[in-house]
């Protein structure tokens, strides 16, 4: 089940999405052997031109850690919003936020759902020109340590990726205002 989903605000341009994973085979005994799976959500919002290629106006990366913690058998998600990449690999990232979760598919779900994820502020869309997004998620068997890196081009159970194009909606819609609370009312007020 996928669902994706943009909202143009006043604040800016913002996607909600939700995927299920299952990871089976060789990938799922790899996570319970503690090597950690690294995802990577990214989302480029581009400006359509008809004369020229589009133009790149913003754009967003995630990466995702997903790993099991055999002491504590618990699953770990860290979310970092820098790209990663170079000699590192995703251990030199810097991860602000962390979440433990008791069950695999608990961590998949957060893994794969993002809420109000900002990918462009409002006056990175010109008004009356048409934008679009174009939206990818994928495991990033780059990040893998190098053991397994060796030959997974060519397994089909290692290749989790998703890749779409999104229009964005042409007018700021606006957002609704916040449930007021009701008021407490004291009996001796009443009397």
């Known amino acids: 089940m996928q669902q994706l989903a943009l909202q143009r605000t006043s604040d800016g341009l913002f996607l909600s999405a939700r995927f299920e994973l299952s990871p089976h085979g060789a990938v799922q005994d790899a996570l319970i052997k503690g090597v950690p799976l690294y995802f990577v959500w990214q989302a480029d919002v581009l400006r359509e031109r008809w004369y020229w290629t589009n133009k790149r106006v913003a754009g967003a990366t995630r990466t995702l850690r997903l790993a099991y913690q055999p002491l504590t058998r618990r699953w770990r998600v860290s979310i970092s919003t820098e790209a990663g990449g170079g000699t590192g690999g995703g251990a030199g990232l810097p ?12 961590a998949l779900a957060a893994v794969g759902r993002v809420s109000r994820w900002r990918l462009a502020d409002a006056g990175q869309l010109e ?3 048409s934008h679009l997004v ?3 998620f994928r495991l990033d068997l780059s990040l893998l340590p190098r053991p397994f890196q060796i030959g997974l081009g060519n397994q089909e159970e290692w290749s989790m990726a998703l890749e779409r194009e999104l229009g964005v909606p042409e007018a700021a819609t606006p ?8 008021r407490a009312t004291s009996p001796a007020a009443e009397a």
Do not use: V
């Open 134 to 136: 174009e939206f990818g």
């Open 127 to 129: 008004p009356g020109a």
């Open 175 to 182: 957002e609704l205002p916040a449930p007021a609370e009701p």
């Open 95 to 106: 991860y602000a936020l962390h979440q433990n979760h008791d069950t695999l598919e608990e």
